[in-house]
């Protein structure tokens, strides 16, 4: 059998196309054997190859392009060419292709999001009868974007194709959604050219619905042949009129409220919020982080993105009724008065719900002990997941056992040992019930999970869950791989509108060198996991990927970071830009006389006597004591005669005088420096000559604007291609902050979904949804701000200029964000051109003014700037309340329709 590949696309001098496949002929998939293509004409090559009747069902291939001046190797966009071998085996197999390009808008729409979950036929046309002989042309088009009922059909200017007469359109089969096909008989019916066009086929009414964009297609079709032949064109793309556009809720799961829950929401709330999403038109869920954060037992556990794993699931998030009825048991009256109790708090306590909990799944572990591991299901669940499973398992274990996750303080398991652990979790060990009923509940977390995510598909709702950036510095992951990160820095975030001093996640930061050595596995196997339950997920803080703000161990306030990988500054270079470095005046704490006074007031002579030293009159410097900000808090936490009012006056003072330097010493590069964020603000600055102020000023703005933008895109493209393409989710990234202008291209690059929250503007003081690139999501608020409403009360003078020129209307702004100023801007954001419009859950039943909850600033989810907030808000409302809200629900399902985006 002879294979002949055709495909268009214009090289340039030293670049060459091959095809690689699964065939021998075609490389074994290995490049360097791959065949080379030739070209016939200006911008065609082509390839003939004979093959041996394959014995496998499908041929898979791809087309690469080589550039041979560099050696630089690009793989088209997409899964592989699949060619299935019909029997009859034909003479000839004729691939005309078109090559696929990266970075197209459209490439999202592949994604499970769209092929599993919002779009895809109910059912489709057969495909026509395979002739015996002659030649025949197959028609191939991606179409992702394909509702329940409907299908494709095409029509051309031959009788096969019906003449252009919508009535004898032939309709594609979609089998292999979201490729659509059919076969053709061209023979003898046209010398010239054919001209066709696909269309959308309505297949319960028998009707064409809609034309695509574009001028016709055409071909020239092969000529007639006694060999059977089958010659198969394929278009890149369906062309659509209008770009798809969806609008969806945000809500932690932790949030949700029903009459079923146990004080907190749970993995089966998520099927009550999917069946809310449907009556108001939401097409998408997003949460927050719902791995295990069980560190300490206590409510500081209830930051979700410190999880102890990256994979375990939250054990918050299981509802034990579900398991009751899962084996037909009763659940003891003692648990359900204090589930009943729990339910009506206002808010988590998350304390009292784990201990519940805890206390309920050690009573269901006892009653079906002998049960629930013969289970097949627990069987193929335990199989499929023991690589993570049993370690997790055992980090639990050892965290109670030793009160502590501090795996450094547990004895002979501060180190971990794979055969080791494998022993410790044996069957047999007297321990063993303290590590199998993390089975136990992993297993079941699972099911509920699994279960919401196959509802949500049913009802073609996209659940979107999110990955943290970091991960806890005492968690399972560190202990089995500290290899992994770097343990002696602490990943952050510059100064920003959400914190004035940064921020300090405590995690620490990623070794990527060394998760570069097996092409990142370990980031992989962690969404590969999360594929299991989403088709969208979220990256939180994407910069990251292109430089992560790392802070030294000793610091607390983020202030004293800087960007890891950056390029520091060397004496010579500084003194080639005029600025004559003195490293104990510019990279030291400057403390002087006159700052004491005004940072200290009364308390200044205190602080001299018990913190400075001073070598010469007027100059000072720390003592060991607190020459760090990690101990001053250590050191001011042990003087118990201090009130609390007067420790904090003295904790802010003093981190101000450690953070009183000009530059950084880099960790890293010995001899390099850093300029310290925000430097224009540290008396140390302000005590310069003018000259030397701009000479800084001017070396500021390169380094934290211009300096690396090269170099952290190299970095980024790096790690995300293989990250990215891992799974065939939808990725969304955070990207707000200190954006270098290195990420929007790269992400649009990557089709990763950007995010634009009015309130953090790339530029200005808002946002403007219409601005928003088709590739973003666009919001109003995000978990870590203040509600719309909450945020209106904050600053009269910026509500005033909000309303005038955002909102466009007239007069004084209201004292309060009455509901229909919250319509107008949810109006705003769902007319953007971006592909989602995603909003928080507070904000929505902000429109309704019977609906909306009174206590505004209770509404507030998270405070970046307090990293020991507690992340314990609730729904006012049961679920089942919200979806009798008749007049609510058809309000707002009706505006997304409005606005387009209730297809």
């Known amino acids: 059998m002879k294979l002949k590949f055709t495909i268009a696309y214009r090289t340039r001098w030293g670049q060459n196309l091959y095809v690689c496949g699964n065939l021998p002929e075609l490389g074994g998939w290995a490049l360097e054997a791959a065949p080379a293509m030739y070209p016939v004409q200006e911008g065609v090559w082509e390839l003939e190859v004979e093959v041996p009747t394959p014995t496998e069902d499908e041929i898979a291939y791809k087309y690469v392009l080589k550039d041979e001046d560099n050696d630089a190797v690009f793989w088209e966009w997409g899964e592989n060419r699949l060619l299935e071998v019909p029997s009859p085996v034909p003479a000839v197999m004729d691939m005309r292709d078109q090559w696929r390009p990266w970075g197209q808008q459209e490439s999202t729409w592949f994604s499970h999001a769209f092929t599993k979950v919002l779009q895809g036929p109910s059912a489709t046309p057969a495909m026509p009868a395979y002739p015996q002989a002659g030649t025949l042309h197959r028609f191939q088009v991606y179409a992702p974007l394909v509702g329940k009922h409907h299908c494709l059909c095409l029509l051309g200017n031959t009788e096969a194709l019906g003449n252009w007469d919508p009535e004898k359109a032939v309709l594609l089969n979609g089998d292999t959604y979201p490729l659509w096909k059919t076969d053709v008989l061209l023979d003898g019916q046209r010398t010239g050219p054919v001209a066709y066009k696909y269309a959308l086929y309505e297949l319960k009414k028998r009707r064409l619905l809609a034309w695509e964009a574009g001028e016709n297609r055409q071909l020239l079709p092969a000529s007639n042949a006694r060999q059977k032949r089958l010659v198969i064109h394929t278009d890149n793309l369906f062309r659509y009129e209008q770009k798809w556009r969806g609008s969806g809720v945000a809500i932690p799961v932790f949030s949700l409220r029903s009459h ?6 749970e993995f089966q709330d998520i099927k009550l919020m999917v069946d809310w999403a449907r009556k108001s038109c939401q097409k998408l869920i997003q949460i927050l982080p719902i791995n295990d954060t069980t560190a300490t037992h206590t409510w500081v556990d209830s930051y979700p993105y410190a999880a102890i794993s990256v994979i375990a699931l939250h054990p918050l998030y299981l509802n034990p009724t579900a398991i009751c009825r899962h084996y037909g048991i009763e659940l003891p009256e003692k648990f359900e ?19 519940l909990k805890s206390r309920v799944f050690k009573w269901l572990y006892d009653e079906v002990k002998t049960v629930w591991q013969q289970e097949e299901a627990y069987q193929r669940f335990f199989e499929s997941n023991q690589d993570w499973l049993r370690d997790y398992a055992a980090f ?16 002979e398991f501060r180190q971990y040992d794979a055969d080791g652990i494998r022993v410790f979790c044996q069957p047999e060990q007297p321990h063993y019930d303290d590590v199998a009923i993390h089975y136990f509940i992993q297993y079941h977390l699972h099911l509920q999970l699994a279960d919401a995510k196959r509802y949500a598909t049913e009802k073609r709702v996209v659940l979107k869950g999110d990955i943290p950036i970091g991960i806890y510095r005492y968690s399972v992951d560190a202990w089995v791989a500290p290899q992994l990160y770097n343990m002696q820095a602490q990943a952050g975030a510059p100064p920003d509108d959400f914190a004035a001093s940064g921020q300090n996640w405590g995690f620490p930061t990623y070794n990527w060198e060394e998760m570069a050595r097996d092409d990142y596995q370990w980031w992989r196997k962690r969404l590969q996991k999360m594929a299991e339950y989403f088709d969208a997920y979220r990256i939180d803080h994407i910069l990251g990927f292109f430089r992560i703000w790392e802070i030294p161990l000793d610091a607390v306030e983020g202030l004293l970071g800087h960007f890891n990988p950056c390029l520091p500054f060397y004496p010579d270079e500084l003194a080639y830009r005029g600025i004559e470095f ?43 004591c607190c020459d760090s900000q990690r101990k001053v808090q250590q050191y001011l936490s042990q003087c118990e005669e201090l009130s609390e009012e007067k420790r904090e006056r003295l904790q802010q003072g003093l981190f101000r005088l450690v953070g009183e330097q000009l530059f950084l010493p880099d960790p890293t590069h010995q001899g390099g420096f850093n300029p310290r964020i925000a430097m224009q603000h540290t008396y140390s600055f302000q005590d310069l000559p003018q000259e030397t102020q701009g000479r800084l000023n001017a070396l500021y703005d390169d380094y934290f604007y211009h300096r690396h933008e090269a170099f952290w895109r190299e970095q980024a493209m790096k790690k995300l291609p293989p990250i990215v393409y891992s799974t065939p989710m939808l990725v969304c990234g955070e990207d707000l902050g200190m954006v270098p202008a290195c990420v929007p291209e790269v992400m649009e690059e990557l089709c990763i979904l950007s995010l634009r929250i009015q309130r953090m503007p790339h530029q200005g003081e808002f946002g403007l949804p219409w601005q928003a690139p088709y590739l973003s ?18 600053d009269r003078g910026r509500s005033q200029r909000f309303f005038n020129q955002v909102l466009g209307f007239e007069g004084g702004a209201p004292y309060f964000m009455e509901p229909w100023v919250v319509e107008a801007v949810i109006r705003q954001h769902l007319s953007a051109p971006a592909m989602w419009a995603i909003f928080p859950i ?12 009174e206590k505004t600033h209770a509404e507030r989810i998270n405070v970046p700037a307090n990293p020991r907030h507690y992340w314990r808000y609730r729904m006012h409302l049961y679920l089942e309340e919200l979806l009798e809200a008749e007049d609510f629900n058809r309000k707002l399902g009706q505006l997304v329709r409005d606005y387009g985006r209730g297809n």
């Open 582 to 624: 003195d490293e104990i005046r510019m990279a030291w704490p400057y403390i002087r006389e006159h700052m004491l006074q005004a940072l200290f007031g009364e308390l200044a002579g205190q602080v001299k006597k018990q913190f400075l030293e001073e070598p010469w009159p007027g100059h000072f410097c720390l003592k060991a």
């Open 396 to 411: 639990s274990c050892l965290r109670d056992r030793y009160g502590t996750p501090d795996f450094s303080q547990w004895g």
């Open 842 to 853: 507070q904000d929505l039943l902000g429109m309704d003014g019977e609906l909306r909850w």
């Open 337 to 355: 008065q204090k589930r009943l109790e729990l339910n009506q708090l206002e808010q988590v306590d998350y304390e009292a719900v784990m201990k």
């Open 260 to 265: 079923h829950s146990w004080g907190v929401g």
């Open 777 to 794: 999501v666009v919001s109003p608020s995000s978990h870590d701000m203040s509600t719309l409403r909450g945020w209106w009360e904050e």
